[in-house]
């Protein structure tokens, strides 16, 4: 048994039975949906398929990073057993969580000087940063130590892809990523802005696709073109999804015909109200192991 603890931000976008299963610690971003706040605790504090109608109803939703104070709530339990901790935090390319675990850290490690504490930058989110967990876990469970693990981290992260589509550009409006009239042409001409993270764990919009159907096989050729071996791609897959399950399953559909060496089925995951509260509904993420991000 690993004597350090794995853990990560609820926004990882995995189910409370896989968190348990894996054991793999997480601790809780924060939302508000029309003033009230919440914990993005897996949908336990409101359902996603609720989540996901109020918005679409027009309730107005916030979001708040674990802080600093938090964080060492969280770690000090874990320090006071004796284990060291790796945590793992939502790309800083969209959110600064991952400064404030560094803070956390560094106050800890004052009253703590024997134990260690590595935080690592996913430059990832929600199921892909999820993926990247569960290898985690993996390694851990094959005996891996912390400092290697570490290093694995650090060096294989930029492998794991993020690719997204939606087909509700309401909150990408809303939200200021694309413009007022930018969105109306794109729902009238029904586009379907197809994004990635790129290296430095940003959202980057990569083209404008016409129509669902055409936007899904366009997502699973990004698959083709940049997944571990191609069409022998024998690792796991993930999907998450707002609301809108129909076409994550078309998606997972599509990947588990084309891949057939795949590490089991796709695994379809619900986009978390944290991230959810930014896209809205009606948005597809697939992520893979793959070539390194470069750009």
């Not at 027009?58 to 104070?69: I, R, Y």
């Not at 600064?96 to 996913?122: C, H, M, Q, W």
Request: aromatic share 12%; hydrophobic share 35%.
């Amino acid at each position: 048994m690993a004597d350090y603890i794995l853990s990560c931000c609820s926004t990882a976008d995995l189910t409370q039975r896989h968190f348990d299963e894996r054991n793999i610690c997480y601790i809780c971003f924060h939302y508000e949906l029309d003033g009230k706040q919440y914990p993005d605790d897996l949908g336990k504090s409101i359902p996603f398929d609720q989540f996901y109608k109020a918005m679409a109803a027009g309730a107005e939703t916030k979001t708040s990073q674990v802080n600093v104070e938090e964080f060492v709530q969280y770690f000090t339990p874990f320090l006071e057993q004796g284990k060291d901790i790796l945590h793992v935090c939502l790309s800083s390319g969209i959110s600064g969580v991952f400064n404030s675990a560094n803070a956390a850290r560094a106050e800890l490690a004052e009253k703590y000087p024997e134990r260690t504490i590595y935080i690592v930058d996913s430059l990832g989110a929600s199921s892909g940063y999820g993926l990247l967990m569960d290898k985690l876990a993996d390694l851990r469970d094959s005996g891996m130590a912390l400092d290697e693990l570490y290093k694995w981290a650090e060096e294989h992260k930029l492998q794991l892809h993020h690719w997204f589509f939606s087909t509700d550009l309401t909150f990408y409006v809303k939200g200021g990523r694309i413009t007022k009239a930018a969105g109306w042409f794109g729902t009238v001409l029904s586009i379907c802005p197809l994004l990635n993270m790129d290296a430095q764990g940003r959202l980057i919009p990569r083209s404008k696709v016409r129509g669902k159907k055409q936007v899904i096989r366009e997502i699973v050729k990004r698959m083709e073109q940049h997944a571990e071996g191609g069409l022998e791609y024998s690792g796991k897959c993930y999907i998450s999804n707002s609301d809108c399950y129909e076409d994550a399953r078309a998606v997972a559909d599509l990947i588990e015909a084309r891949f057939p060496r795949l590490n089991g089925p796709v695994e379809i995951n619900s986009v978390g109200t944290t991230i959810g509260s930014h896209t809205g509904p009606g948005t597809v993420a697939l992520f893979f192991w793959g070539d390194e991000r470069t750009e």
